[in-house]
């Protein structure tokens, strides 16, 4: 929506007898309405530190706010305030998902988060201790096999202050997923973590539950991270009405073949 309005700006104001090519649109975002963003918004913008990550899910909210005001001040949107607040706040699913479910009679927060690389687990780890500060964490995590999982390791060692014991691993029902043989063989430290090598045992699914009870016993945040392919199985044993591919669909995909792959 937002691009689509800059792109009638563009062609019709700043270019109307030239070429609107993708690329020339691209510079013309990343150049004036960033400039637009430092000019205007300037204030609401804060000083990220070198030794601190970028949270591009920030920067690129607050470049939507400025390109929906600068669409509204040159009159080609109608949009209140609160309409540009309500829309740029929403999430799709394991985006920083927040939540929280009962456990025993106990609050306990939960995360989950598609990262599944260092840089995304490093951005990952810094937003649980801007959001969550002097909270422990417990950590539910699986990979794909393509990663690299010794990095990926150490930020979530890093996550739970190196006890390992608040690590839980897991194996995606998906073919690209890495076993928990290769998880531990690629970061040995993670040996002495939470996981099972029976098949109907390594699982989301059977990891969940007693993750939860710790963290509720532990008054800690349960955080779900590692891989995509995890988070539809999370999200179902969290009590979401998850909406699921049909057995046709998973059979293309090859995800039955998990095991013989």
Request: with cysteine; aromatic share 6%.
């Amino acid at each position: 929506y937002v691009r689509t309005y800059i792109r009638t700006y563009v062609c019709m104001h700043v270019r109307p007898s030239g070429t609107c090519t993708h690329t020339y649109i691209r510079t013309y975002i990343r150049t004036y309405v960033r400039m637009y963003v430092r000019t205007y918004v300037g204030t609401r913008i804060e000083e990220v530190k070198k030794d601190e990550a970028i949270d591009f899910d920030a920067e690129n909210t607050r470049i939507a706010i400025a390109s929906l005001e600068l669409l509204r001040n040159n009159g080609l949107v109608e949009v209140t305030d609160k309409q540009i607040k309500e829309g740029t706040q929403q999430r799709p699913p394991c985006r920083f998902e927040q939540g929280r479910v009962i456990v025993k009679n106990k609050e306990v927060d939960f995360v989950l988060d598609v990262a599944h690389n260092p840089s995304a687990l490093k951005l990952l780890i810094y937003k649980l201790k801007q959001n969550y500060p002097g909270r422990k964490k417990r950590v539910v995590a699986g990979f794909s096999s393509d990663k690299d999982i010794q990095k990926c390791a150490k930020y979530l060692i890093s996550a739970v202050n190196n006890a390992t014991d608040q690590i839980h691993l897991v194996e995606a029902a998906h073919p690209r997923a890495a076993s928990i043989e290769t998880i531990i063989n690629a970061a040995p430290i993670l040996a002495k973590s939470h996981w099972k090598l029976d098949d109907h045992e390594r699982s989301i699914t059977n990891q969940i539950e007693p993750a939860l009870e710790l963290a509720a016993t532990n008054d800690e945040v349960l955080v779900v991270c590692g891989s995509v392919f995890l988070m539809a199985a999370t999200r179902e044993a969290l009590g979401f009405d998850e909406a699921r591919d049909s057995d046709h669909i998973s059979e293309v995909a090859g995800a039955h073949l998990r095991h013989s792959q």
